[in-house]
């Protein structure tokens, strides 16, 4: 079984007069750690909000975990872990108590609740801050709070959407060591536009423009694809470059 | 347990509280410490150690967590929307006060009655509207999103609205049957609208509504409302049920992104 499964998707944001921001994307995503990357407007944002279930598919097939996405959405999103690209919080909330009601929200046996809050925020390196309020924090931290909240249900697909934002190199480097261990147990999908991410952290590169999977391989298959005439300060990013350019027709 | 115990200098050191220790040592000494009493005994001279793992020890097992009344709090009350409710029981004191004051002496029409249907739209707004709480995409994809909360958040509004409303009527003297049907229809409405054009959008349209039609010709010429006299009981009956049969009908919509702009 496939944790995620995707065929033909499109997605229609921005109502009557929108576009397709996902256009007839297909995708198989199993354990592991998987980097999405692509330009601005690509459609990742919407793609994971798709697979996060907040947003309806137009058209297409979408399975996650095995089942069909449509009316029961209950079981699954137990098993999801989701951080927005914007993530939202109360400021009045203390470090712990936000990350509690969202268990309570992702319908946690409450007994396991204090537990788990508790280990996800040593996961992130947050134990101490938990009593401290959410409007103390830095953006760093918030996002720590971000990541924190997303797999405090353990989850079996857990949605990373710009994760990396705000965090200083060190921070970035024990997100990747997290990553790379919730991996074995899930899958990861990580929207990022930090390539260097990618190249460190994943086991497998998706490149999307104009709302469709234009590469799936290993990063080592990224770097392959590219030349050194292509743009690019590192292999994996000249690889990007070229796969990128060849289809938009230009670096912008 | 490990074979490793740590050397008598690291114990020595870790006794003193020196700060130079490498932290992977400290975590090391430290762990193997809380597994290894032969160790702790060496650490300080057995009763004394014995004795203060005692009432260490079940500190250590207890993991922090909120009260349990903060926690049932937010399971009913959005915390988005804990500033609206005040404003709502504000605007209620303000209908009272003007009530006494007499601004509309001489007349049958009491401001209460007037802003009864508006305040829980102002709640559910504040509770289901993507403007208002900051977290709305994260919970929107919880599994509990959806009529459940829906519900829980709608009751926790009303628990505020209507105990309000039931003191200012008593105050005032605005019978009870004058304003709970308009009320609840106006709660339910705004949900069941919600659905189709957005929460936030769903609000203003039924605020503007009630202003124009019903709120505004009694401010002008001094009575009361046609709409409120209790002959139309049926049809605020009716309303709240078509209502409620929208709302679980489109009950997918709270669970989207798309219902709350």
Redesign the interface.
């Known amino acids: 079984m496939r944790a995620i499964e995707a065929d033909n998707l499109v997605v229609r944001v921005g109502g009557r007069r929108g576009r397709n921001a996902v256009n007839g994307l297909g995708l198989r995503l199993s354990r592991g750690v998987h980097g999405l990357l692509g330009p601005n407007g690509a459609g990742k944002t919407t793609l994971i ?1 798709t697979l ?5 598919p137009t058209s297409g097939s979408l399975s996650l975990l095995g089942q069909p996405v449509g ?1 029961g ?3 699954v ?2 098993r ?1 872990g ?1 951080l ?1 690209q ?9 470090v ?2 936000f990350v ?3 268990a ?4 946690m046996p409450s007994r396991r ?3 788990a ?2 280990s996800s925020l040593e996961r992130v390196g947050l134990a101490d801050r ?2 401290d309020p959410m409007k103390a924090l830095s953006g760093g931290m918030v996002r720590r709070v971000g990541i924190a ?1 997303a797999i405090v249900n353990t989850p079996d697909v857990l949605l990373l959407d710009e994760p990396t934002v705000g965090l200083d190199p060190a921070q970035r480097l024990r997100f990747r060591e997290l990553v790379a261990e919730l991996g074995e147990q899930s899958c990861v999908l990580i929207s990022t536009h930090l390539v260097e991410d990618v190249a460190a952290a994943c086991t497998d590169v998706v490149l999307v423009a104009e709302g469709s999977v234009v590469f799936q391989g290993t990063p080592a298959d990224l770097v392959n694809a590219g030349t050194p005439e292509h743009v690019g300060d590192s292999p994996i990013e000249r690889g990007y470059s070229a796969l990128i350019t060849t289809r938009s027709g230009g670096a912008w | 347990m490990t074979a490793h115990h740590p050397t008598d200098q690291s114990l020595r050191r870790y006794e003193r509280g020196d700060d130079d220790i490498p932290a992977d040592e400290l975590w090391a000494v430290e762990s193997h410490l809380e597994n290894c009493a032969p160790c702790r005994a060496r650490l300080v001279p057995d009763p004394v150690a014995t004795a203060v793992w005692a009432e260490l020890q079940p500190a250590l097992d207890r ?4 009260p349990r009344a ?2 049932r709090w ?2 009913w009350f959005s ?2 929307a804990a500033p609206w409710l005040a404003m709502v029981v504000l605007v209620t004191a303000a209908a009272v006060a003007l009530d006494r004051l007499g601004l509309m002496a001489g007349e049958r029409v009491s401001v209460v009655l007037l802003v009864a249907p508006l305040l829980p739209v102002l709640g559910v707004a504040a509770s289901w509207s993507r403007a208002l ?14 009529l459940p ?1 829906v519900f829980r958040r709608t009751a926790a509004v009303l628990a505020v609205v209507v105990p309000g409303l039931s003191l200012a009527g008593l105050v005032t003297g605005v019978g009870f049957t004058l304003w709970l049907l308009p009320c609840l229809a106006f709660t339910v409405g705004t949900l069941a609208l919600g659905t189709l054009v957005g929460i936030t959008r769903a609000a203003l349209a039924l605020t503007a509504a009630w202003a124009t039609a019903i709120a505004g010709p009694p401010l002008l010429f001094q009575r009361t409302p046609l709409l409120l006299d209790t002959a139309l009981t049926p049809l605020w009956l009716a309303l709240l049920a078509a209502g409620l049969v929208v709302v679980v009908l489109r009950r ?1 919509a709270f ?4 219902t709350n702009l």
């Open positions: 909000r996060a279930t907040v947003q309806r009316g959405l209950r079981p999103r137990r999801l989701y927005p914007h993530f939202g919080f109360y400021k009045r909330f203390k712990r108590e509690e009601y969202m309570w929200l992702k319908e609740i204090p537990g809050v508790a938990a009593d909240q | 993991t922090p967590q909120m903060r926690r937010n399971g915390p988005a709480d900051p977290a709305h995409e994260l919970v929107s994809a919880t599994p509990r999103a959806g909360l997918m669970t989207r992104l798309e």
